[in-house]
């Protein structure tokens, strides 16, 4: 099994940046393809991003499509989403999720997940 821990969530004005971490342990984090969604009050669990186990490939939303950025350090056991012209409707609860196998239809998938984080608020304000 594997354990992940996000931070960097806050209060943030809109057009500004954040970046969020998420931090494995128990496991290689480059066993698997790790993924970032998210949830705000009342709506369903909404894909962000996905990246690939050795990083050469990445997945976004069309939400946050040219704004988020998904990366990894696998030797650090980290994935990062850096968060940039945040808007209000991005305020939610940010996951990080890892995946053992899927593949590129199911990245989306919330199910596809094996493990997933606690989770880190992030508020955009107007």
């Known amino acids: 099994q594997v354990q992940l821990v996000e931070s960097g969530g806050g209060l943030m004005q809109a057009g500004g940046s954040l970046r969020l971490s998420c931090l494995a342990s128990?496991?290689?984090?480059?066993?698997?393809?790790m993924g970032w969604f998210r949830q705000a009050p009342g709506k369903a669990r909404e894909f962000v991003a996905h990246i690939t186990w050795g990083g050469g490939v990445t997945y976004y939303g069309d939400s946050v499509k040219g704004r988020f950025t998904i990366s990894r350090d696998n030797a650090k056991n980290t994935v990062y989403l850096q968060m940039d012209s945040l808007k209000p409707e991005d305020t939610a609860v940010y996951y990080c999720?890892?995946?053992?196998?899927?593949?590129?239809?199911?990245?989306?998938?919330?199910?596809?997940?094996?493990?997933w984080g606690q989770g880190t608020q992030v508020t955009v304000s107007s």
């Open positions: 999720a890892a995946a053992r196998w899927i593949t590129t239809d199911q990245v989306v998938e919330p199910d596809r997940y094996n493990f």
């Open positions: 128990g496991r290689t984090l480059g066993d698997y393809a």
